[in-house]
């Protein structure tokens, strides 16, 4: 029943992120729901899902994305297993906890992406996680909050469970 829910979760994710990511934008910042997909997937399913999750999401972005093919697969993979181990027993029920978690793995995602996008310059290095990665890692992190909270009003069930 998880992975059917899991399966659910991302298509309506990449449904969000294909139409209205770009229609919610503020001044050009969009918000990156398949990060937030995968720290989900990560921080519910654990380390070797985490990295299969994150690896397949990238790849998955990286074949409609301009850029060298592989670094959304690359980024995402890591943020999937540092996720998953740094949050396998803390309370995921606390949206303090949520928050540090999502902007965590945004801005690692950012860091790794435009570090190698960049090609190490750290002038474009800068720019990037300045006026990109900073507010978009923002936003994407309260889209994802408002997101989960509602999500959870409807179904009354808390999708980011704690350890019992």
């Known amino acids: 029943m998880k992975s059917v829910r899991d399966a659910i979760v991302l298509v309506v994710v990449l449904i969000l992120q294909g139409t209205l990511a770009n229609r919610i934008a503020i001044a050009g910042v969009r918000p990156d729901l398949l990060v937030a997909f995968v720290v989900y997937f990560a921080w519910m399913r654990g380390p070797v899902s985490g990295v299969v999750g994150?690896?397949?999401?990238?790849?998955?972005?990286?074949?409609?994305?301009?850029?060298?093919?592989?670094?959304?697969?690359?980024?995402?993979?890591?943020?999937?297993?540092?996720?998953?181990?740094?949050?396998?027993?803390?309370?995921r029920s606390n949206v303090g906890v949520r928050f540090f978690f999502f902007l965590f793995a945004m801005l690692v995602h950012d860091v790794i992406y435009f570090g190698v996008y960049?090609?190490?310059?750290?002038?474009?290095?800068?720019?990037?996680?300045?006026?990109?990665?900073?507010?978009?890692?923002?936003?994407?992190?309260v889209i994802v909050l408002i997101l989960l909270s509602t999500a959870e009003g409807f179904s009354r069930t808390l999708l980011l469970t704690d350890e019992v």
């Open 54 to 91: 994150g690896f397949s999401v990238g790849l998955l972005q990286d074949l409609d994305a301009p850029g060298p093919l592989g670094l959304n697969a690359l980024a995402k993979t890591v943020v999937g297993f540092l996720v998953a181990k740094a949050g396998f027993r803390v309370h």
């Open 118 to 141: 960049t090609g190490g310059e750290l002038g474009a290095f800068v720019r990037q996680f300045v006026f990109v990665a900073l507010p978009s890692a923002l936003y994407t992190t």
